[in-house]
């Protein structure tokens, strides 16, 4: 038996949950979603998700189909019926149906559909051992070009980083931004550690305002930890004590290599393993 998948006004199996092919979500990456997770029965701030949904709606003039109780209402109702407790949320609004043309006007109305699933991003050797990562030659998107903010269905900028990441076997890129500095992973926001200060790099360097991202700060700072945002340089990556990402559906994984030189003494080092433990204290609603 297959899912049973939110499909704009209601539930249906997962087979009769069909896209059509003039829908600009397809023909353009015109639309916006969001990967949202559900630890012991609960998702996982979901307030977060709802308001940057309907801000990057917002920003490329989408309109949403429902108000955000409805979406609320929308999402624990798909979440029930596939009984998912610990799992994996997709959210996806696109543009809609429309002619064959960039314009996005033409298309009503927008379409709205929410899968509950699971998603096992890595293996889980790689969380234990700590992931290797190279530099991206692919430049992130200028944020004048698309506002990194917008968690947009338009990866393309990601997938290419992504492909230059499997090409060197290795399952992440670092991508950087037009002045060089570092912006983020193809799906995950970054951090370090050095002389025990947590940095990441601004939103402004153009990455995505990730929800884990915020919590780990958050985390990190109640840990007593200093926490700045402030530009990062390939240099800096590389001469870090520790390094790591940030992201839904990747939750908090160590990086132990980037560009061939290895990060501290080669494991997840012991920032990194604190917070990722409280992450998940956190995430499963103990020690709030
Ligand atoms: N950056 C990009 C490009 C992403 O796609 C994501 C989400 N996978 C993130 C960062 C992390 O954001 P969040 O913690 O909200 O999932």
Avoid at 27 to 52: C, M, N, Q, T
């Amino acid at each position: 038996m297959g899912l049973k998948i939110w499909f704009n006004t209601g539930l249906v199996d997962e087979a009769d949950a069909k896209i059509s092919v003039f829908d600009h979500g397809l023909l353009y990456g015109d639309g916006v979603f969001e990967g949202i997770r559900v630890y012991s029965g609960r998702v996982f701030e979901l307030d977060a998700h709802i308001k940057r949904l309907y801000e990057s709606a917002l920003a490329i003039r989408l309109s949403m189909p429902m108000t955000k109780e409805e979406l609320v209402g929308a999402i624990e109702t798909t979440v029930k019926a596939n009984g998912i407790v610990d799992g994996y949320i997709r959210l996806v609004v696109t543009r809609g149906v429309g002619c064959l043309g960039l314009n996005p006007f033409t298309c009503k109305p927008s379409a709205l559909f929410i899968i509950a699933s699971s998603i096992q991003l890595y293996p889980e050797e790689l969380y234990e051992k700590g992931m290797r990562v190279i530099s991206a030659t692919t430049v992130r998107n200028h944020p004048l070009a698309i506002p990194p903010q917008v968690k947009s269905l338009n990866y393309l900028n990601n997938i290419l980083a992504k492909i230059e990441a499997l090409d060197s076997s290795v399952p992440e890129a670092i991508m950087y931004n037009h002045e060089g500095y570092v912006a983020e992973a193809t799906g995950d926001n970054i951090f370090i550690v050095r002389n025990g200060v947590v940095c990441s790099p601004p939103v402004e360097a153009g990455s995505l305002e990730g929800i884990t991202r915020d919590v780990v700060m958050r985390l990190a700072r109640r840990e007593g930890l200093e926490v700045v945002e402030k530009n990062l340089t390939r240099y800096d990556l590389y001469v870090c004590d520790e390094f790591f990402l940030t992201g839904t559906a990747a939750e908090v994984i160590g990086v132990v290599e980037i560009d061939g030189r290895t990060i501290g003494d080669g494991k997840p080092g012991p920032i990194t393993r604190r917070l990722r433990e409280k992450f998940f204290a956190y995430a499963h609603g103990k020690g709030q």
